[in-house]
């Protein structure tokens, strides 16, 4: 395979943070740095997305499924190792990640596309079209931070799925909001994705997603990569792990 038909290249990646439940400032002066327990999230994964392909990751709570989604992104920066996105464009579908809480969902829109890249002019030509799909109706000019998680999740997708990207990374955001927009987005989602240049990254515990959507799914589990493969394969063998755990 030629390297420009690689969208995404995740090289012996590490990322690692500390665990500041029981940090105190006041004990503890302001020498965080060497104070809490480390935490080792993402343990020397590796692989590569090929341009156009649907990936799937999934794993158990805490196997460092969303922290190498985020690394990916841009939010985390790897402790070791290295990630390439041999020069497309990104965004992260993610819940509590990316919006400015104290501005209003219109604002919201706006700050979202300027930090994807968009201008201010391709960004109001694409304004009503989000506004309609979020269906927040007057909220949309009400704080991000009065929005329940399903507003929140609605805002989100709609932003996404309408601002495309070269690359998306999808965190679990299907599974959030009422049945008939988490059916609507569903359907979306898979005409996205259609598009074969179209490469995407989706974090999930549904088989169903998994299976339907994905050309390859990634088993993460305790930081490390336990097995990847067809998604019905993997899943099968994921589901049957998680009965005996």
């Known amino acids: 395979m030629e390297k420009d038909e690689i969208a995404i290249t995740v090289k012996d990646l590490h990322v690692y943070y500390r665990d500041m439940n029981r940090f105190s400032l006041k004990k503890n002066g302001l020498k965080g740095k060497g104070s809490g327990k480390l935490f080792k999230a993402v343990k020397g994964v590796s692989f590569e997305v090929p341009k156009g392909q649907i990936l799937g990751i999934t794993g158990k709570n805490g196997s460092g499924k969303s922290t190498l989604l985020r690394a990916i992104s841009g939010i985390f920066s790897p402790d070791k190792g290295s990630i390439n996105l041999h020069g497309n464009s990104i965004s992260l579908l993610s819940i509590g990640v990316g919006f400015q809480k104290r501005l209003t969902g219109y604002e919201n829109i706006f700050l979202s596309g300027l930090l994807l890249g968009y201008s201010k002019e391709e960004i109001e030509e694409k304004l009503d079209e989000i506004i309609e799909f979020s ?111």
Request: a negative charge.
């Open 135 to 245: 269906e927040l109706g007057d909220f949309i000019y009400k704080p991000v931070r009065s929005y329940s998680s399903g507003m929140h999740s609605k805002l989100a997708f709609s932003i996404t799925a309408i601002l495309e990207t070269d690359i998306m990374l999808i965190d679990e955001v299907l599974s959030v909001g009422d049945v008939r927009f988490k059916q609507k987005s569903y359907n979306k989602m898979k005409e996205l994705i259609s598009q074969d240049d179209r490469t995407v990254v989706i974090v999930s515990h549904s088989t169903k997603t998994l299976v339907e959507l994905c050309d390859k799914v990634i088993w993460l589990h305790e930081g490390v990569i336990r097995d990847q493969g067809d998604p019905q394969t993997i899943m099968t063998e994921y589901e049957d792990f998680m009965k005996m755990d």
